[in-house]
């Protein structure tokens, strides 16, 4: 999916086929009628000028319905990568959250 996110007078042209996945949510294998699963991928996008922009693809499985594309800081990135269970080292020493995730 290609579009234009914009993060206040920063710009970004982000594609999912190019920009790099840090967590792709599983895909059903089959369709089922009545039953529409959805997903949230995140995405890591790095601009000309070495900016990084994190973004969750939310997808659903009906066609009716259309992608979206949400910007997220990089704490709501790592807490959403933590709640999966995994830890990446490209996001800011962050003391205080690593002490949560420590304590349960």
């Not at 995140?42 to 259309?66: M, N």
Request: aromatic letters at 12%; proline letters at 8%; charged letters at 30%.
């Amino acid at each position: 999916m290609k579009t234009t996110l914009f993060n206040g007078s920063r710009r970004a042209e982000i594609d999912t086929r190019f920009d790099e996945c840090l967590y792709a949510a599983p895909r059903p294998q089959k369709r089922s009628n009545g039953f529409q699963h959805q997903g949230k991928d995140l995405y890591i996008h790095t601009d000309p000028e070495k900016r990084i922009t994190y973004y969750l693809h939310l997808w659903p499985t009906d066609r009716t319905v259309k992608d979206k594309i949400m910007p997220v800081s990089p704490a709501t990135a790592e807490r959403f990568l933590r709640g999966k269970g995994l830890v990446c080292n490209l996001f800011p020493k962050s003391d205080p959250i690593a002490t949560l995730y420590r304590w349960g």
